[in-house]
């Protein structure tokens, strides 16, 4: 099993819709983090936690927000979501060294 | 603010050629530094991790190396293949900044037959 799993893959969805990406990690990190990136731009961070009460906004936060279930779980929403919210979305976990990331949702909204 | 450039954007380059990478940071007060490796449309894959009091770190054909007083870091890649065709990121992560990665806009390279 992969060390940090993102789910939809990949996903379609209408301009107004909320939608929801999933993350899970094995690695019994504290630290989760979610990153989208866009062509040119390079990853930015969009929200980041601690620990199940420790949630914190990154550079990009406006639009979103985040689910922190359990210390494994780390889920980030689109309340209404727009056309240049289409990107890919890296969910990705660390414990002060190495950071790992997930394969990437690819999210078009229509 | 941290910023982080990669140079050049892209770099195509004749198979068992070895090449380097450049990654440059404005502010040596980092934690660490990381070079990933992304497929077209796919995840991010660590490579190399350099703690901030470390010089260079080597896996197989790569070695990358950290000169934190001039803001630099190098990957370089031995006797390239096709399969080392791919985007590299190299990502700092700034101290007191809890473990949150600035990335660079990322190398794309391509290895030809």
């Known amino acids: 099993d992969a060390d940090v799993t993102q789910t939809p893959r990949n996903r379609i969805t209408k301009t107004g819709k909320r939608i929801m990406l999933e993350c899970s990690q094995t690695?019994?990190?504290?630290?989760m983090y979610w990153y989208r990136q866009d062509p040119g731009l390079g990853l930015r961070l969009i929200y980041y936690s601690f620990d199940v009460k420790d949630i914190n906004k990154g550079e990009i936060s406006d639009g979103y927000s985040v689910s922190r279930q359990a210390q494994a779980k780390f889920s980030l929403s689109l309340e209404s979501a727009i056309p240049n919210q289409t990107a890919l979305y890296f969910c990705?976990?660390?414990?002060?060294?190495?950071?790992?990331f997930g394969q990437g949702t690819r999210l078009t909204v229509v | 603010k941290q910023e982080v450039t990669q140079i050049p954007a892209a770099l195509s380059v004749p198979e068992g050629e070895n090449l380097v990478l450049n990654c440059s940071f404005t502010d040596s007060a980092i934690y660490n530094l990381q070079w990933f490796r992304q497929d077209p449309g796919k995840g991010l894959t660590s490579l190399l991790l350099?703690?901030?009091?470390?010089r260079e770190q080597t896996s197989g054909r790569l070695n990358a190396s950290l000169d934190k007083s001039s803001g630099r870091s190098t990957l370089y890649i031995a006797a390239s293949q096709p399969g080392d065709s791919a985007t590299y990121l190299c990502?700092?992560?700034?101290?007191?900044?809890?473990?949150?990665?600035?990335f660079g806009t990322g190398t794309r390279l391509q290895v030809t037959l």
């Open positions: 690695k019994g990190h504290d630290r």
């Open positions: 990705a976990t660390s414990d002060l060294g190495e950071a790992f």
């Open positions: 350099i703690q901030s009091s470390q």
């Open positions: 990502a700092v992560v700034p101290r007191g900044t809890a473990s949150k990665l600035t």
